[in-house]
Protein backbone atom coordinates (compact mmCIF):
# COMPACT_ATOMS: atom_id res chain seq x y z
CA UNK A 1 0.00 0.00 0.00
CA UNK A 2 2.83 2.48 0.87
CA UNK A 3 4.17 1.96 -2.54
CA UNK A 4 0.95 2.59 -3.94
CA UNK A 5 1.12 6.28 -2.44
CA UNK A 6 4.89 7.26 -3.03
CA UNK A 7 3.67 6.81 -6.63
CA UNK A 8 0.49 8.60 -6.69
CA UNK A 9 2.24 11.49 -4.51
CA UNK A 10 5.14 11.25 -6.98
CA UNK A 11 5.46 14.21 -9.62
CA UNK A 12 8.62 14.93 -11.83
CA UNK A 13 8.83 18.03 -13.64
CA UNK A 14 11.57 18.42 -16.21
CA UNK A 15 13.61 21.33 -17.04
CA UNK A 16 15.88 22.71 -19.40
CA UNK A 17 18.39 25.69 -19.00
CA UNK A 18 18.04 29.36 -20.53
CA UNK A 19 20.48 31.78 -20.69
CA UNK A 20 19.49 34.95 -20.95
CA UNK A 21 20.98 38.56 -20.09
CA UNK A 22 23.77 36.48 -18.25
CA UNK A 23 21.17 34.58 -16.20
CA UNK A 24 20.29 30.86 -16.38
CA UNK A 25 16.53 30.15 -15.97
CA UNK A 26 14.98 26.65 -15.56
CA UNK A 27 12.16 26.26 -18.23
CA UNK A 28 10.12 23.32 -17.98
CA UNK A 29 10.58 20.78 -20.91
CA UNK A 30 6.85 21.43 -21.69
CA UNK A 31 7.05 25.38 -22.27
CA UNK A 32 8.23 26.83 -25.09
CA UNK A 33 11.68 27.93 -25.32
CA UNK A 34 12.88 31.72 -24.39
CA UNK A 35 14.95 32.74 -27.13
CA UNK A 36 18.54 32.83 -25.33
CA UNK A 37 21.63 29.87 -25.09
CA UNK A 38 20.86 26.79 -24.05
CA UNK A 39 22.92 24.00 -22.32
CA UNK A 40 22.58 20.31 -22.72
CA UNK A 41 22.35 20.23 -19.04
CA UNK A 42 19.19 19.09 -17.60
CA UNK A 43 17.62 19.09 -14.10
CA UNK A 44 14.79 16.98 -13.09
CA UNK A 45 12.99 18.20 -9.86
CA UNK A 46 10.72 15.34 -8.13
CA UNK A 47 8.21 15.89 -5.15
CA UNK A 48 7.12 13.02 -3.03
CA UNK A 49 5.50 12.15 0.09
CA UNK A 50 9.53 12.08 1.15
CA UNK A 51 9.96 15.68 0.00
CA UNK A 52 11.42 17.25 -2.89
CA UNK A 53 14.62 16.30 -5.23
CA UNK A 54 16.18 17.35 -8.24
CA UNK A 55 18.43 14.87 -10.52
CA UNK A 56 21.41 16.64 -12.20
CA UNK A 57 22.20 15.90 -15.60
CA UNK A 58 25.53 17.86 -16.84
CA UNK A 59 27.38 16.53 -19.70
CA UNK A 60 31.06 17.04 -19.37
CA UNK A 61 33.09 17.59 -23.23
CA UNK A 62 36.46 17.68 -23.43
CA UNK A 63 38.38 18.53 -26.74
CA UNK A 64 42.10 17.72 -27.09
CA UNK A 65 44.54 17.37 -29.76
CA UNK A 66 46.94 14.89 -30.89
CA UNK A 67 49.57 16.27 -33.01
CA UNK A 68 52.28 14.89 -34.71
CA UNK A 69 54.95 16.88 -35.96
CA UNK A 70 58.72 16.93 -36.92
CA UNK A 71 61.18 19.02 -35.15
CA UNK A 72 59.16 20.34 -32.42
CA UNK A 73 61.80 22.31 -30.39
CA UNK A 74 62.77 24.43 -33.72
CA UNK A 75 62.33 28.33 -32.71
CA UNK A 76 60.49 28.40 -35.84
CA UNK A 77 57.87 25.56 -35.10
CA UNK A 78 54.97 27.25 -33.65
CA UNK A 79 53.42 24.07 -32.42
CA UNK A 80 54.72 24.00 -28.47
CA UNK A 81 53.55 27.72 -28.28
CA UNK A 82 50.55 27.52 -30.18
CA UNK A 83 49.74 24.16 -31.60
CA UNK A 84 46.68 23.50 -28.72
CA UNK A 85 44.65 26.06 -30.18
CA UNK A 86 42.50 25.50 -32.86
CA UNK A 87 41.91 26.69 -36.48
CA UNK A 88 40.96 30.11 -36.03
CA UNK A 89 41.61 30.58 -31.97
CA UNK A 90 43.75 33.79 -31.86
CA UNK A 91 47.50 33.73 -30.93
CA UNK A 92 49.59 35.18 -28.49
CA UNK A 93 48.94 38.85 -27.39
CA UNK A 94 48.44 40.67 -30.18
CA UNK A 95 47.06 44.29 -28.96
CA UNK A 96 48.39 43.07 -25.99
CA UNK A 97 51.49 43.59 -23.32
CA UNK A 98 51.02 41.19 -21.45
CA UNK A 99 53.96 38.24 -22.27
CA UNK A 100 53.50 34.81 -23.22
CA UNK A 101 54.07 32.70 -20.04
CA UNK A 102 54.96 29.49 -20.07
CA UNK A 103 56.05 26.58 -17.22
CA UNK A 104 57.48 23.72 -18.06
CA UNK A 105 58.09 20.44 -16.24
CA UNK A 106 60.97 18.00 -17.71
CA UNK A 107 62.25 14.91 -16.86
CA UNK A 108 65.86 15.56 -15.32
CA UNK A 109 67.18 13.29 -17.63
CA UNK A 110 65.65 14.63 -21.04
CA UNK A 111 66.55 17.98 -19.64
CA UNK A 112 70.25 16.72 -19.59
CA UNK A 113 69.60 16.14 -23.24
CA UNK A 114 67.05 18.67 -24.42
CA UNK A 115 67.25 21.14 -21.54
CA UNK A 116 69.28 23.93 -23.99
CA UNK A 117 67.39 23.27 -26.82
CA UNK A 118 64.49 23.65 -24.66
CA UNK A 119 65.70 26.93 -23.10
CA UNK A 120 66.70 28.33 -26.80
CA UNK A 121 63.51 27.74 -27.96
CA UNK A 122 61.30 29.87 -25.56
CA UNK A 123 64.34 32.80 -25.45
CA UNK A 124 64.55 32.73 -29.20
CA UNK A 125 60.60 33.77 -29.08
CA UNK A 126 60.88 36.36 -26.49
CA UNK A 127 58.90 34.00 -23.82
CA UNK A 128 58.69 34.40 -20.31
CA UNK A 129 59.26 31.24 -18.96
CA UNK A 130 60.19 28.47 -16.01
CA UNK A 131 61.98 25.13 -16.80
CA UNK A 132 61.64 22.91 -13.42
CA UNK A 133 63.60 19.16 -14.13
CA UNK A 134 62.78 16.49 -11.69
CA UNK A 135 63.57 13.04 -10.90
CA UNK A 136 60.13 11.15 -12.48
CA UNK A 137 60.63 8.06 -12.19
CA UNK A 138 58.44 5.15 -11.24
CA UNK A 139 59.91 5.16 -7.82
CA UNK A 140 59.35 8.93 -6.99
CA UNK A 141 55.57 8.54 -8.33
CA UNK A 142 54.01 10.18 -5.37
CA UNK A 143 51.92 12.97 -4.38
CA UNK A 144 55.25 14.48 -2.77
CA UNK A 145 56.24 15.31 -6.67
CA UNK A 146 53.01 16.88 -7.24
CA UNK A 147 53.13 18.94 -4.24
CA UNK A 148 56.30 20.36 -5.43
CA UNK A 149 55.09 21.01 -9.01
CA UNK A 150 52.18 22.72 -7.58
CA UNK A 151 54.54 24.87 -5.08
CA UNK A 152 57.01 25.63 -8.20
CA UNK A 153 53.70 26.87 -10.35
CA UNK A 154 51.86 29.00 -7.72
CA UNK A 155 54.81 30.75 -7.16
CA UNK A 156 55.58 31.12 -11.38
CA UNK A 157 52.27 31.93 -11.60
CA UNK A 158 50.28 31.06 -14.62
CA UNK A 159 46.72 32.24 -16.15
CA UNK A 160 44.83 28.82 -16.08
CA UNK A 161 42.64 29.65 -19.01
CA UNK A 162 45.90 30.76 -21.32
CA UNK A 163 48.64 29.51 -20.11
CA UNK A 164 48.97 25.46 -20.16
CA UNK A 165 51.35 23.96 -17.92
CA UNK A 166 53.89 21.69 -20.57
CA UNK A 167 55.05 18.80 -19.51
CA UNK A 168 57.97 16.95 -21.89
CA UNK A 169 59.60 13.44 -20.62
CA UNK A 170 58.02 9.74 -20.20
CA UNK A 171 55.11 8.25 -18.83
CA UNK A 172 55.56 8.95 -15.10
CA UNK A 173 56.53 12.85 -15.84
CA UNK A 174 53.24 13.23 -18.14
CA UNK A 175 50.73 11.38 -15.39
CA UNK A 176 52.17 13.56 -12.57
CA UNK A 177 52.45 16.74 -14.45
CA UNK A 178 48.71 16.08 -15.62
CA UNK A 179 47.73 15.40 -11.52
CA UNK A 180 49.32 18.59 -10.69
CA UNK A 181 47.46 20.63 -13.60
CA UNK A 182 44.28 18.72 -12.63
CA UNK A 183 44.44 20.46 -9.00
CA UNK A 184 45.88 23.41 -9.12
CA UNK A 185 43.07 25.85 -9.42
CA UNK A 186 40.90 23.21 -10.39
CA UNK A 187 41.47 22.15 -13.53
CA UNK A 188 44.50 23.89 -15.35
CA UNK A 189 45.45 23.27 -18.46
CA UNK A 190 48.53 21.00 -19.72
CA UNK A 191 50.28 19.88 -22.82
CA UNK A 192 52.34 16.52 -22.42
CA UNK A 193 55.16 16.18 -25.07
CA UNK A 194 56.42 12.46 -24.93
CA UNK A 195 60.09 11.70 -25.12
CA UNK A 196 59.43 7.79 -24.68
CA UNK A 197 58.02 5.15 -26.92
CA UNK A 198 55.63 4.18 -24.26
CA UNK A 199 54.25 7.64 -23.71
CA UNK A 200 54.09 8.56 -27.19
CA UNK A 201 51.74 5.57 -27.77
CA UNK A 202 49.49 4.95 -24.62
CA UNK A 203 49.89 7.85 -21.40
CA UNK A 204 50.08 10.76 -23.77
CA UNK A 205 46.59 10.05 -25.68
CA UNK A 206 44.13 9.19 -23.01
CA UNK A 207 42.62 11.45 -19.85
CA UNK A 208 44.18 9.93 -17.23
CA UNK A 209 46.56 11.30 -14.41
CA UNK A 210 48.01 9.46 -11.37
CA UNK A 211 50.74 8.32 -9.31
CA UNK A 212 51.46 5.54 -7.03
CA UNK A 213 49.58 5.09 -3.27
CA UNK A 214 50.30 2.74 -0.34
CA UNK A 215 52.02 0.52 -2.31
CA UNK A 216 49.60 0.32 -5.79
CA UNK A 217 50.12 1.36 -9.00
CA UNK A 218 48.27 4.72 -9.88
CA UNK A 219 45.95 4.19 -6.67
CA UNK A 220 46.25 8.37 -6.73
CA UNK A 221 44.90 9.89 -9.93
CA UNK A 222 42.16 11.53 -12.23
CA UNK A 223 40.82 11.51 -15.84
CA UNK A 224 41.41 14.76 -16.99
CA UNK A 225 43.04 14.91 -20.70
CA UNK A 226 45.28 17.40 -21.85
CA UNK A 227 44.65 20.32 -24.37
CA UNK A 228 46.68 18.45 -26.33
CA UNK A 229 49.83 16.29 -26.99
CA UNK A 230 52.61 16.85 -29.46
CA UNK A 231 54.27 13.68 -30.77
CA UNK A 232 57.76 14.06 -32.03
CA UNK A 233 58.95 10.71 -32.80
CA UNK A 234 62.65 12.18 -33.07
CA UNK A 235 63.19 11.56 -28.99
CA UNK A 236 63.59 8.17 -29.82
CA UNK A 237 66.68 8.64 -31.33
CA UNK A 238 68.28 9.36 -27.60
CA UNK A 239 67.08 6.76 -25.86
CA UNK A 240 68.40 3.41 -24.86
CA UNK A 241 67.02 0.32 -26.91
CA UNK A 242 65.69 -1.33 -23.84
CA UNK A 243 63.10 1.94 -24.14
CA UNK A 244 62.13 1.26 -27.44
CA UNK A 245 61.30 -2.34 -26.84
CA UNK A 246 59.51 -1.06 -23.62
CA UNK A 247 57.02 0.82 -25.73
CA UNK A 248 56.64 -1.73 -28.31
CA UNK A 249 55.01 -3.91 -25.75
CA UNK A 250 52.18 -1.93 -25.73
CA UNK A 251 52.29 -1.53 -29.56
CA UNK A 252 51.91 -5.34 -29.53
CA UNK A 253 48.73 -5.33 -27.17
CA UNK A 254 47.00 -3.69 -29.87
CA UNK A 255 47.84 -5.58 -32.38
CA UNK A 256 47.02 -8.72 -30.10
CA UNK A 257 43.81 -7.23 -29.45
CA UNK A 258 42.42 -5.49 -32.53
CA UNK A 259 44.79 -5.16 -35.79
CA UNK A 260 45.91 -8.49 -37.25
CA UNK A 261 47.64 -6.42 -40.31
CA UNK A 262 50.08 -4.59 -37.01
CA UNK A 263 50.60 -7.93 -35.69
CA UNK A 264 52.00 -9.01 -38.98
CA UNK A 265 53.80 -5.58 -39.55
CA UNK A 266 56.01 -5.96 -36.35
CA UNK A 267 56.08 -9.90 -36.53
CA UNK A 268 57.51 -9.16 -39.76
CA UNK A 269 59.61 -6.08 -39.30
CA UNK A 270 59.48 -5.66 -35.31
CA UNK A 271 63.34 -6.63 -34.77
CA UNK A 272 64.07 -3.96 -37.36
CA UNK A 273 62.10 -1.36 -35.99
CA UNK A 274 63.95 -2.05 -32.80
CA UNK A 275 67.05 -1.47 -34.10
CA UNK A 276 66.45 1.62 -35.94
CA UNK A 277 64.90 2.82 -33.38
CA UNK A 278 61.36 3.52 -35.10
CA UNK A 279 62.75 6.52 -37.02
CA UNK A 280 61.09 7.10 -40.66
CA UNK A 281 63.20 5.26 -43.34
CA UNK A 282 61.97 7.62 -45.91
CA UNK A 283 60.63 10.72 -46.79
CA UNK A 284 57.93 9.81 -49.43
CA UNK A 285 54.49 9.84 -49.33
CA UNK A 286 54.44 6.31 -49.24
CA UNK A 287 53.99 5.36 -45.24
CA UNK A 288 57.19 3.01 -43.96
CA UNK A 289 56.77 0.19 -41.80
CA UNK A 290 57.78 2.48 -38.72
CA UNK A 291 55.05 5.47 -39.41
CA UNK A 292 52.49 2.50 -39.94
CA UNK A 293 53.43 0.84 -37.25
CA UNK A 294 53.34 4.06 -34.68
CA UNK A 295 50.21 5.53 -36.33
CA UNK A 296 47.90 2.37 -36.35
CA UNK A 297 48.86 2.02 -32.57
CA UNK A 298 47.85 5.63 -31.86
CA UNK A 299 44.81 4.62 -33.81
CA UNK A 300 43.44 2.12 -32.56
CA UNK A 301 44.35 3.45 -28.91
CA UNK A 302 42.44 6.12 -29.46
CA UNK A 303 39.44 3.94 -30.68
CA UNK A 304 39.61 2.54 -27.89
CA UNK A 305 39.90 5.42 -25.13
CA UNK A 306 38.13 7.87 -26.23
CA UNK A 307 34.30 6.99 -26.10
CA UNK A 308 35.29 5.40 -22.26
CA UNK A 309 37.58 8.55 -21.20
CA UNK A 310 35.95 8.13 -17.78
CA UNK A 311 36.15 4.52 -17.97
CA UNK A 312 32.22 4.55 -17.16
CA UNK A 313 32.37 1.02 -18.66
CA UNK A 314 34.82 -1.59 -17.09
CA UNK A 315 34.60 -3.82 -20.27
CA UNK A 316 37.44 -2.16 -21.54
CA UNK A 317 40.27 -4.27 -24.30
CA UNK A 318 43.27 -2.19 -23.31
CA UNK A 319 43.72 -3.56 -19.98
CA UNK A 320 44.83 -6.52 -21.55
CA UNK A 321 48.56 -6.84 -20.18
CA UNK A 322 47.28 -5.33 -16.95
CA UNK A 323 45.70 -7.64 -14.64
CA UNK A 324 48.87 -8.94 -13.50
CA UNK A 325 51.11 -6.77 -14.46
CA UNK A 326 50.66 -3.84 -12.05
CA UNK A 327 51.23 -5.94 -8.90
CA UNK A 328 54.11 -7.34 -10.71
CA UNK A 329 55.69 -4.15 -11.08
CA UNK A 330 55.41 -2.59 -7.92
CA UNK A 331 56.85 -5.69 -6.49
CA UNK A 332 60.47 -6.22 -8.28
CA UNK A 333 60.91 -2.08 -8.56
CA UNK A 334 62.05 -0.97 -10.02
CA UNK A 335 64.07 -4.22 -12.11
CA UNK A 336 60.85 -4.48 -14.53
CA UNK A 337 59.86 -1.16 -17.08
CA UNK A 338 55.94 -0.89 -17.79
CA UNK A 339 55.96 -2.27 -21.14
CA UNK A 340 58.08 -4.84 -19.80
CA UNK A 341 55.59 -6.02 -17.14
CA UNK A 342 52.76 -5.69 -19.87
CA UNK A 343 54.27 -8.31 -21.90
CA UNK A 344 55.44 -10.41 -18.97
CA UNK A 345 51.36 -10.43 -18.47
CA UNK A 346 50.21 -10.83 -21.97
CA UNK A 347 52.60 -13.88 -22.40
CA UNK A 348 50.87 -15.57 -19.38
CA UNK A 349 47.46 -14.67 -20.79
CA UNK A 350 48.24 -15.92 -24.32
CA UNK A 351 48.94 -19.68 -22.94
CA UNK A 352 45.79 -19.05 -20.36
CA UNK A 353 43.88 -18.14 -24.13
CA UNK A 354 45.43 -21.24 -25.62
CA UNK A 355 44.31 -24.00 -22.50
CA UNK A 356 40.84 -22.47 -22.76
CA UNK A 357 40.42 -23.42 -26.64
CA UNK A 358 40.57 -19.55 -27.48
CA UNK A 359 44.08 -19.51 -29.50
CA UNK A 360 45.59 -22.13 -31.56
CA UNK A 361 48.58 -23.51 -30.74
CA UNK A 362 50.22 -21.95 -33.64
CA UNK A 363 49.03 -18.71 -33.01
CA UNK A 364 50.70 -18.74 -29.37
CA UNK A 365 54.14 -20.00 -30.67
CA UNK A 366 53.64 -16.62 -33.41
CA UNK A 367 52.91 -14.57 -30.60
CA UNK A 368 55.65 -15.43 -28.09
CA UNK A 369 57.94 -15.74 -30.94
CA UNK A 370 56.99 -11.95 -31.90
CA UNK A 371 57.45 -11.00 -28.41
CA UNK A 372 61.34 -12.33 -28.24
CA UNK A 373 61.75 -10.75 -31.30
CA UNK A 374 60.63 -7.34 -29.90
CA UNK A 375 63.52 -8.11 -26.90
CA UNK A 376 60.53 -8.51 -24.81
CA UNK A 377 60.51 -10.83 -22.02
CA UNK A 378 57.84 -13.64 -21.92
CA UNK A 379 58.63 -15.11 -18.37
CA UNK A 380 59.40 -13.53 -14.61
CA UNK A 381 60.42 -16.04 -11.51
CA UNK A 382 58.15 -13.14 -9.63
CA UNK A 383 55.26 -13.86 -11.70
CA UNK A 384 54.06 -16.93 -9.49
CA UNK A 385 50.80 -18.51 -9.56
CA UNK A 386 50.22 -16.83 -6.14
CA UNK A 387 50.35 -13.83 -7.55
CA UNK A 388 48.64 -14.57 -10.38
CA UNK A 389 45.91 -15.79 -8.03
CA UNK A 390 45.94 -12.07 -5.70
CA UNK A 391 46.08 -10.64 -8.83
CA UNK A 392 42.72 -11.43 -10.35
CA UNK A 393 40.98 -12.04 -6.88
CA UNK A 394 42.23 -8.00 -6.29
CA UNK A 395 40.74 -7.24 -9.64
CA UNK A 396 37.60 -8.78 -8.98
CA UNK A 397 36.98 -7.12 -5.76
CA UNK A 398 37.51 -3.46 -7.65
CA UNK A 399 35.26 -4.23 -10.81
CA UNK A 400 31.52 -4.33 -9.71
CA UNK A 401 31.58 -8.28 -9.57
CA UNK A 402 33.06 -9.36 -12.43
CA UNK A 403 35.99 -10.03 -13.37
CA UNK A 404 36.47 -8.54 -16.89
CA UNK A 405 39.15 -9.95 -18.35
CA UNK A 406 40.44 -9.29 -21.84
CA UNK A 407 41.86 -12.15 -23.65
CA UNK A 408 43.27 -12.81 -27.96
CA UNK A 409 40.25 -15.22 -29.34
CA UNK A 410 42.89 -15.15 -32.48
CA UNK A 411 45.68 -12.68 -33.57
CA UNK A 412 44.04 -9.20 -33.85
CA UNK A 413 41.09 -10.41 -31.93
CA UNK A 414 39.90 -10.12 -28.54
CA UNK A 415 36.84 -10.41 -26.39
CA UNK A 416 35.96 -9.31 -22.31
CA UNK A 417 35.52 -12.90 -20.21
CA UNK A 418 33.95 -12.32 -17.13
CA UNK A 419 33.80 -15.01 -15.00
CA UNK A 420 36.83 -16.25 -12.86
CA UNK A 421 39.16 -18.89 -14.42
CA UNK A 422 39.04 -22.27 -12.27
CA UNK A 423 42.46 -22.83 -10.85
CA UNK A 424 42.67 -26.06 -11.81
CA UNK A 425 43.33 -24.08 -15.53
CA UNK A 426 45.10 -21.52 -14.12
CA UNK A 427 47.35 -23.82 -12.66
CA UNK A 428 47.85 -25.99 -16.01
CA UNK A 429 48.48 -22.59 -18.09
CA UNK A 430 51.18 -21.55 -15.49
CA UNK A 431 53.46 -24.79 -15.30
CA UNK A 432 53.08 -25.25 -19.32
CA UNK A 433 53.90 -21.52 -19.33
CA UNK A 434 56.98 -21.88 -16.55
CA UNK A 435 57.94 -25.26 -18.46
CA UNK A 436 58.35 -23.50 -21.79
CA UNK A 437 59.65 -19.86 -21.46
CA UNK A 438 61.74 -19.96 -18.12
CA UNK A 439 64.23 -20.21 -20.33
CA UNK A 440 63.80 -17.42 -21.87
CA UNK A 441 65.28 -15.28 -18.90
CA UNK A 442 66.06 -11.91 -19.63
CA UNK A 443 69.19 -10.80 -17.29
CA UNK A 444 67.90 -7.22 -17.16
CA UNK A 445 64.57 -7.56 -16.23
CA UNK A 446 64.74 -11.55 -14.14
Known amino acids: MSSNISCSCSQQTNFNLVQVNGAWTRQSESDHLTEGKSSDAKIYENWSEHGLSWTVVSPIVFTYRVIQCRNLLHP ?3 TLLWGHLGNGQPKGCVGNSKPVRRFVVI ?31 EENKSMTLVTRILEEVHQFGVDRRSEPIIAIGGGVCLDVVGLAASLYRRRTPYIRVPTTLLSY ?3 SVGAKTGVNFAGGKNKLGSYVPPVATFLDCSFFQT ?9 MAEMLKMALVKHRGLFELLEAEGRNLLENKLQPQNVSQHEDGATAAVRISIETMLEELVPNLWEDDLDRLVDFGHLVSPELEMRVLPALLHGEAVNIDMSFMVYVAHHMGLLTAEDRGRIIQCMLGLNLPVWHRECTLALVQKSLR ?8 SLRMPLPTGLGRAEIFH ?16 DDLSSFVNNKTS
Open 201 to 203: VDA
Open 76 to 78: QNE
Open 394 to 401: ERLKHSAG
Open 419 to 434: DMIEDNLLFQAHQRWT
Open 239 to 247: IPQRQISNG
Open 107 to 137: DETVDQLYGSRVTHYFESRNVVFKILPLPTN
